[in-house]
């Protein structure tokens, strides 16, 4: 079996991270809509809303329009979601592909949104999913903007 690679970018939020947090967990169709040049449409296909276990149907645009169905993992004690992908167009590319983000608070100084992914590249020509953690970083300030002017 390949072995798992990682990447990661951590996003500095003047929001904190409670607040960012819970928006991003029970607003998620909000924040869809707040990106429509990345998130063309949405639905839950599994499960009761955004909730823990269920699956998200989602088609964007990431260097080409993509769809993708996402179980959703939610993680409290910890304010992280993950996002892995059961189906679509990313599997022909990658075997895995798990997408987490964890927020924290970096004391006086606001919070942070740590983004990694974690992936098995079907083959050796497959890039490196650098530019989904660019996408994920303009969501987190988008979101963290947000929150700040309401």
């Not at 798992?4 to 951590?10: G, M, N």
């Not at 429509?36 to 823990?52: C, D, L, R």
């Not at 167009?89 to 608070?105: A, T």
Request: proline share 2%; glycine share 6%.
């Amino acid at each position: 079996m390949a072995q798992i690679a990682k990447v990661s970018q951590e996003v500095e939020l003047r929001s904190s991270a409670p607040k960012f947090y819970e928006f991003l967990k029970n607003k998620m169709d909000f924040v869809f809509q707040m990106f429509p040049e990345i998130y063309k449409s949405w639905k839950v296909v599994e499960g009761n809303g955004y909730a823990h276990g269920s699956v998200i149907q989602l088609k964007y645009n990431i260097d080409g329009l993509s769809e993708v169905k996402e179980r959703l993992s939610i993680d409290d004690a910890n304010k992280s979601l993950t996002f892995e992908c059961v189906e679509g167009d990313l599997l022909r590319d990658f075997e895995v592909m798990k997408m987490k983000i964890e927020v924290v608070e970096n004391g006086s100084n606001g919070s942070s949104a740590n983004w990694s992914i974690e992936f098995v590249k079907a083959n050796e020509d497959v890039a490196t999913p650098h530019n989904y953690l660019l996408c994920v970083a303009k969501v987190s300030e988008g979101i963290d903007d947000y929150l700040c002017k309401n």
